[in-house]
Nanobody, 124 residues
């Protein structure tokens, strides 16, 4: 089991920045790939950015490329999402997710563990 706790959400004006953090605990040894997903009411959870255990390969949704940066520190069992040039359409609850696999996935259903979520609100 992996326990995940997100932090860093909040309210920011358009064009501003936020940095989300995810702290992982439990069975974090071995191949654990992680990702950030977001969800707004009435819509499916969508992939924002993900990072594979193998080689630390990253992948981003087209809507956030060039604005968001995902990173992880395996020694500290943490993952971060630096979000710059935020837009009102980035408003959502952001979730940290993890799975026992050397490769990440863009599908939320492929992840076995997730946190409680953190709200990001961007005003225009």
């Amino acid at each position: 089991q992996v326990q995940l706790v997100e932090s860093g959400g909040g309210l920011v004006q358009a064009g501003g920045s936020l940095r989300l953090s995810c702290a992982a605990s439990g069975r974090t040894d071995g191949p654990v790939s992680m990702g950030w997903f977001r969800q707004i009411p009435g819509k499916e959870r969508e992939s924002v950015a993900r990072i594979s255990w193998l080689k630390g390969t990253t992948s981003y949704a087209d809507s956030v490329k060039g604005r968001f940066t995902i990173s992880r520190d395996n020694a500290k069992n943490t993952m971060k999402l630096q979000m710059n040039s935020l837009k009102p359409e980035d408003t959502a609850v952001y979730y940290c997710e993890a799975r026992y696999d050397p490769y990440s996935s863009s599908s939320s259903s492929a992840y076995a563990f997730w946190g409680q979520g953190t709200q990001v609100s961007v005003s225009s």
